[in-house]
């Protein structure tokens, strides 16, 4: 009777510690990564090798430094991706009416840090229960459910209004 008792409490043990390590939540909020892998964004094939006319005249090579060969590695891939080098003061030419009209009514130099430290604090203050920092649960979602935006709600609002809409993923979990 004991020993049945025992098997059953192990079994019981060996649900709870399996469930705490399957996790339906993805876990793609950490932009780094974890491990020493190679990261695939880091590696752009340099541009062909030419064998300079004199040897005795080529730069002591310093950490850091430019290279002969690929002297603009930021600026070929952010053209790779489609995207535009910033100069200045950091904000496209293109771009200049945007950001003065987002801007109309005022803005913040400070906006990244001052949001980095107030999300900061709402995450210690959201950090989980004890066996959720125990076990390293991931609590993202739930820490900013009331902030998040119900897509299926804002869709039909929306389209009950007219308005011509993209799809949406379909409802999970009842939502």
Not at 33 to 62: C, H, R, V, W, Y
Not at 69 to 78: K, L
Request: proline share 7%; glycine share 10%; aromatic share 4%.
């Amino acid at each position: 009777m004991l020993a049945g008792k025992g098997a059953l409490a192990v079994a019981a043990l060996a649900m709870l510690v399996l469930t705490a390590c399957g996790g339906g939540e993805p876990r793609l909020m950490n932009v780094q990564s974890s491990g020493n892998g190679p990261d695939e964004f880091a590696i752009l094939p340099p541009k062909a090798l030419e064998m300079p006319k004199d040897l005795q005249t080529l730069p002591e090579p310093t950490l850091g430094g430019s290279n002969l060969t690929d002297p603009t590695p930021e600026a070929d891939a952010v053209a790779a991706l489609g995207g535009r080098l910033t100069t200045g003061a950091g904000i496209p030419a293109g771009d200049g009416a945007l950001v003065n009209h987002a801007a109309r009514y005022g803005r913040s130099a400070s906006i990244r840090p001052d949001l980095a430290a107030e999300d900061l604090a709402f995450r210690s203050d959201n950090n989980g229960r004890i066996l959720e920092r125990l076990f390293n649960v991931n609590v993202y979602f739930k820490a900013y459910r009331r902030q998040s935006l119900n897509q299926q709600a804002e869709l039909q609002r929306w389209r009950s209004r007219g308005a011509r809409t993209v799809s949406a993923p379909p409802a999970q979990n009842g939502e």
